[in-house]
């Protein structure tokens, strides 16, 4: 026998060629028919009665007090989420404690609850019939069916987005770096911000990215709380259903193509956060950098 090594890997460590080109066709098959056709849809059926009319869809009142809408909610939902999200990551990564394990299980909540039961738990909290009903009304406070309630859905079902992103990243970091700096006089803030931050920055522009699509794209919770009043309380996917029930459809896929734009963006910047997580994930294990294939 030869003491060289086989020119070839054995037939039982790799799958045949068959198997890899089947798999393949089936992956590009399922993303062309899912995910390919209905965005293409979406704008050809927006474009369908030519560009004036595509814009007309987007130059009514209703329209832009939805697109409005829709980027307060965000603009009020992203910033809370990327503190509470920040603060959860930092407790659960950097410390142990006892009830830990229970903390975790409330950042993924909002993951395995209804959009829909979350928006009904703040109708019964915050309600004319609710818990905190008459109070509210004896102060002239509005919360359901006002923004105030669309922006605490928002914030309920986006919560975790920011939270999970990071958890991981800061787990795999390990607490050396802010401990060298703390023995050096840096002070919390002041490792926080040059020695944690830094390291974290893609995993939370990812996670921002994220939370930012889902809150402008939010529909079963903030349909429960808004009460669908047009021009006051309606976003834009809600604003989508109202126009395609009404059979406007230019209309209401002029308006879906914002939302499906805003999507092809989010996965933009999401693959290049992706990819420069996972740099920083590599280097914070000693490991040396992917060489692109």
């Known amino acids: 026998m030869s003491g060289h090594p086989p020119l070839h ?41 030519g560009l004036g009319a595509y814009l007309a869809g987007l130059r009514e009142p209703d329209a832009w007090s939805a697109i409005r809408l829709t980027l307060i909610t965000a603009l009020i939902a992203v910033p809370l989420n990327l503190v509470f999200g920040v603060a959860a990551a930092w407790c659960i990564a950097k410390y142990e404690f006892r009830g830990k394990a229970f903390l975790t299980t ?11 039961v979350a928006g009904l ?12 009903g008459p109070w509210l009304q004896a102060h002239d406070i509005q919360i359901i069916f006002a923004v105030p309630g669309i922006v605490l859905a928002t914030v309920f079902v986006t919560f975790p987005f920011i939270a999970r ?26 490792t926080f911000w040059h020695v944690t931050l830094p390291n974290i920055r893609w995993g939370l522009l990812y996670g921002v990215i994220l939370c930012n699509a889902r809150a402008m794209g939010e529909f079963g919770a903030v349909s429960v709380v808004s009460g669908h009043i047009r021009g006051q309380t309606n976003t834009l996917p809600l604003h989508v259903e109202i126009l395609y029930n009404e059979y ?27 990819h420069y997580t996972a740099q920083t994930q590599t280097a914070a294990a000693g490991l040396p950098p992917e060489r692109p294939r």
């Not at 409330?106 to 829909?116: C, E, I, Q, R, Y």
């Not at 800061?170 to 050096?184: D, H, K, P, S, T």
């Open 9 to 49: 890997a054995p037939r039982g460590t790799t799958e045949a060629p068959w198997v890899r080109r089947t798999l393949i066709a089936a992956a590009l098959a399922f993303m062309l028919l899912f995910l390919v056709l209905p965005l293409a849809a979406v704008f050809a059926e927006a474009l369908r009665k």
């Open 106 to 116: 409330l950042v993924d909540l909002p993951f395995s609850v209804s959009p829909v």
């Open 121 to 132: 738990v703040y109708v019964l909290v915050f309600g004319a019939q609710g818990w905190l």
């Open 165 to 190: 992103e990071l958890i991981p990243l800061m787990q795999a970091q390990g607490n050396e770096e802010e401990q060298a700096a703390i023995v050096l006089g840096a002070t919390g803030w002041q």
């Open 248 to 274: 406007q459809s230019v209309a209401a896929f002029a308006a879906a193509s914002l939302l499906a734009l805003l999507a092809l963006l989010t996965l933009l910047i999401k693959t290049l956060a992706e």
